[in-house]
């Protein structure tokens, strides 16, 4: 590849990594109810489960 055809490519990969970060940090409330939503029901199923 030449020096050029680099440049562009990270140019490329740059910009979306950056459009990636603004579209996650739109949402942070819904990516975190999605991200916490699973461990913390099931360390309550079994917290009570386990009597608790």
Request: hydrophobic residues 50%; aromatic residues 10%; glycine residues 4%.
């Amino acid at each position: 590849m030449s020096r050029t055809h680099m440049k562009t490519v990270s140019t490329i990969v740059l910009s979306l990594i950056l459009s990636a970060a603004f579209t996650f940090s739109a949402e942070p409330s819904v990516v975190l109810e999605e991200t916490f939503e699973l461990p913390l029901s099931a360390d309550w199923h079994w917290g009570s489960a386990l009597g608790r």
